[in-house]
């Protein structure tokens, strides 16, 4: 019995998506719950599992193929596990035979298109992809090969074979956007084209806040079953408490309206393989530091392993993001529509600051907010940063609300 593999529904806010990566090939065997395929939307990487056991026969769909939602993409022959191995093993015979007649069947379209172009003959190109497949570098390296190989009659001439200019190659690599990429490169222009967009610096002494974490990030770990304690925990809570005296931080602009958030979904910029994405914590305001870290982590696994759900990246009212991690000392970060404000977060440097007449060594970061000075004006965005460096540089502050 053929059961059909399709496309998931898509959310109402995804239109379409692309074929990222088959994990099985015709002729494969696959088990009931079995990861067949990834599905890349402009939001995240949905997961396709096999629905029963059995076998892939039919794939209707190629990697970087455009997909709906609910379209059919492949098939599978639902059998006992078992009789997989044999139809894997003639499945195999065949897609050789068939490699052998015609080559272009086992090349990417990336691959096909840059041959058709160059007039490559696919037969004579060898694939280095999964099961032999030719990729767009197979056809590239083939194209290179004649040249490189060129030169050899004319050998003999002495000065041709000592010239130095030769002795590097200069490769390129052409590969279209994820769908990931093209998206948040499109958001990024659009916040800046249609934002008056501007930031605001400060800097904040960490030493107290790296003063508790030494204190108490081992009682901290064990009391909260593993989960450490970082500063971002810290920095959540003091944007919280931030934006509940100043509403117009956690607004929003749609069309001529404003839109005030009564609740605090921070956004927490996470740096994946495939791009950068935000997942959301809710209700920052009633969360524990100990909630925020573990939800912090929980969402970083997830980004890594591609399993972010897209209702964990829709919605928030504000955005933290830390280039710190990678060593940045100062930038200024980029909106995140429709929300009007960021925090940046920078590297901790130790620099010699005045305190009481003296100068003194103190671990310092640069702040950074980017807000829409169409909504926000100059002195509601200095105080709701003198705001956070306060609490951040006296935590007691968040305790006591002062």
Request: hydrophobic residues 40%; negative net charge; charged residues 25%.
């Given at each position: 019995m053929a059961i059909e593999i399709k496309a998931p529904q898509f959310p109402e806010s995804v239109e379409e998506g692309s074929i990222a990566t088959w994990h099985k090939q015709v002729g494969e065997a696959v088990s009931r719950d079995e990861l067949i395929v990834d599905i890349e939307t402009d939001k995240t990487v949905l997961e396709v599992v096999a629905a029963e056991d059995g076998v892939l026969t039919e794939i209707m769909k190629q990697e970087g193929d455009i997909v709906l939602s609910q379209e059919l993409i492949g098939k599978i022959e639902a059998g006992a596990v078992a009789s997989a191995p044999a139809k894997q093993a003639e499945a195999t015979a065949a897609t050789a035979a068939e490699s052998q007649a015609d080559a272009a069947l086992a090349a990417n379209p990336a691959a096909k298109k840059l041959a058709e172009e160059n007039n490559i003959d696919l037969a004579s190109v060898k694939g280095t992809g999964k099961d032999g497949r030719i990729l767009k570098e197979d056809v590239q390296n083939a194209m290179a090969a004649p040249k490189a190989a060129a030169p050899a009659p004319a050998a003999p001439a002495p000065a041709k074979a000592s010239a130095p200019a030769l002795t590097g190659e200069r490769v390129e690599k052409r590969v279209p956007m994820t769908r990931l990429r093209a998206t948040i490169a499109k958001r990024l222009l659009d916040a800046q084209h249609n934002a008056a967009m501007l930031t605001t610096f400060n800097e904040v002494n960490m030493g107290p806040l790296m003063d508790l974490r030494k204190q108490y990030k081992d009682l901290f770990e064990k009391t909260h079953n593993g989960t450490r304690l970082g500063f971002m925990g810290f920095f959540v809570k003091a944007a919280a408490e931030a934006l509940k005296r100043f509403p117009a931080v956690n607004a929003s602009i749609?069309?001529?309206?404003?839109?005030?958030?009564?609740?605090?979904?921070?956004?927490?910029?996470?740096?994946?393989?495939?791009?950068?994405?935000?997942?959301?914590?809710?209700?920052?305001?009633?969360?524990?530091?100990?909630?925020?870290?573990?939800?912090?982590?929980?969402?970083?696994?997830?980004?890594?392993d591609g399993k972010l759900a897209i209702e964990d990246m829709t919605g928030g009212t504000f955005t933290i993001t830390n280039g710190g991690v990678f060593g940045s000392l100062l930038s200024t970060p980029i909106l995140n529509p429709p929300q009007t404000a960021i925090l940046g977060m920078h590297k901790i440097q130790e620099r010699p600051t005045a305190v009481n007449g003296q100068v003194v060594i103190q671990p310092m970061m640069y702040l950074a907010l980017s807000y829409d000075h169409r909504m926000i004006d100059g002195k509601d965005a200095v105080q709701f940063l003198v705001a956070i460096k306060d609490m951040l540089e006296d935590p007691a502050r968040m305790l006591l609300d002062v």
């Open positions: 749609d069309g001529n309206d404003i839109v005030y958030h009564g609740y605090y979904d921070i956004g927490v910029a996470v740096s994946t393989e495939r791009g950068l994405v935000v997942p959301v914590l809710r209700d920052c305001d009633r969360m524990s530091i100990a909630e925020v870290e573990g939800g912090i982590k929980d969402y970083a696994v997830a980004a890594k």
